[in-house]
C-alpha cells in the first residue's frame, strides 16, 4: 500500500520567515495530495491540495509543489505568523475508494 | 467550505459498554465517509470507509466486530464500539467526502474524545 514520509517532524521559525514542509510518497499511482492543518485538540482543516496535473499551486501565503517523478511535494509558508502554529499532515490518495495516507505530522511553532 | 458535524465531542464511559459515534454531513451528501483514529501526537490513522447503503471497507487489523459500521443515509454515518475496553481509548475522528471520486475532498469531524476507565 501507500506509504506516506514527512520531514521534518517539528520547525520552528521566526514570525515573517518561511516554512518548508516536505513529503515522499511511494505509490506512483497517486494523484491527489492535500494537506491538512490542526491545532490541539481540533479538526484536521483542509488548506490547499493540488492534482497530479499540475506542478504548483498557491493560495495567498501558501504554496504546495509536487515532482511526481521524484514522487515527493511540498508546503511552503511565506511571512509565517503566530496563528500559523499548528501540525501540518500531508496526505497522499491513490484511488481505490479514494480513501487518504496520511504523513506523520509537522509541528510548526513560528515564535515572535 | 463543507460543514461536518461529529457527536459526542467527549465520552467517558465504563469498561464493556459500548459507545456511539454519529458523524453527519450537514450541507452537502456523502456518499463515502472515512474513520480514523489519532493516538496523541500522532497521525490519523485509518480504521474504514464507509459507503452508503454498503458495508464498510475495514483496514488490516481493524476488527471489524469490535468497531462497527454504519452509513444508512448520504449524511450520516455511525462508530459504534462495542465492548469498550481502556486500550480503546482514543480519538476518533470522522471524514466526509464532497462530491464523487474524481474530486475526492474531505472534511472532517471535530473528534470524539473516547477514555474508557
Known amino acids: 500500500g501507500e506509504n506516506v514520509e514527512q520531514h521534518p517532524s517539528t520547525l520552528s521559525v521566526q514570525e515573517g520567515d518561511s516554512a518548508v514542509i516536505k513529503c515522499t510518497y511511494s505509490d506512483s499511482a497517486s494523484n491527489y495530495f492535500p494537506w491538512y492543518k490542526q491545532e490541539l485538540g481540533k479538526r484536521p482543516q483542509l488548506i490547499i491540495d493540488?492534482?497530479?496535473?499540475?506542478g504548483e499551486k498557491k493560495d495567498q501565503r501558501i504554496a504546495v509543489t509536487l515532482n511526481k517523478t521524484a514522487k515527493h511535494f511540498s508546503l511552503h509558508i511565506t511571512e509565517t505568523q503566530p496563528e500559523d502554529s499548528a501540525v501540518y499532515f500531508c496526505a497522499a490518495s491513490t484511488g481505490g475508494g479514494n480513501k487518504l495516507t496520511f504523513g506523520t505530522g509537522t509541528q510548526l511553532k513560528v515564535e515572535l | 467550505g463543507a460543514v461536518v458535524s461529529q457527536h459526542p465531542s467527549r465520552v467517558i464511559c465504563k469498561s464493556g459498554t459500548s459507545v456511539k459515534i454519529e458523524c453527519r454531513s450537514l450541507?452537502?451528501?456523502?456518499?463515502?465517509m472515512f474513520w480514523y483514529r489519532q493516538f496523541p501526537k500522532q497521525s490519523l490513522m485509518l480504521m474504514a470507509t464507509?459507503?452508503?447503503?454498503?458495508?464498510?471497507?475495514?483496514e488490516q487489523g481493524v476488527e471489524k466486530d469490535k468497531f462497527l459500521i454504519n452509513h444508512a443515509s448520504l449524511t450520516l454515518s455511525t462508530l459504534t464500539v462495542t465492548s469498550a475496553h481502556p486500550e480503546d481509548s482514543s480519538f476518533y475522528i470522522c471524514?466526509?467526502?464532497?462530491?464523487?471520486?474524481?474530486?475526492?475532498?474531505?472534511?472532517f469531524g471535530a473528534g470524539t474524545r473516547l477514555s474508557v476507565l
Open positions: 450541507d452537502f451528501q456523502a456518499t463515502t
Open positions: 464507509s459507503n452508503e447503503g454498503s458495508k464498510a471497507t475495514y
Open positions: 471524514s466526509a467526502r464532497e462530491g464523487g471520486a474524481a474530486k475526492n475532498i474531505q472534511y
Open positions: 493540488i492534482r497530479s496535473n499540475v
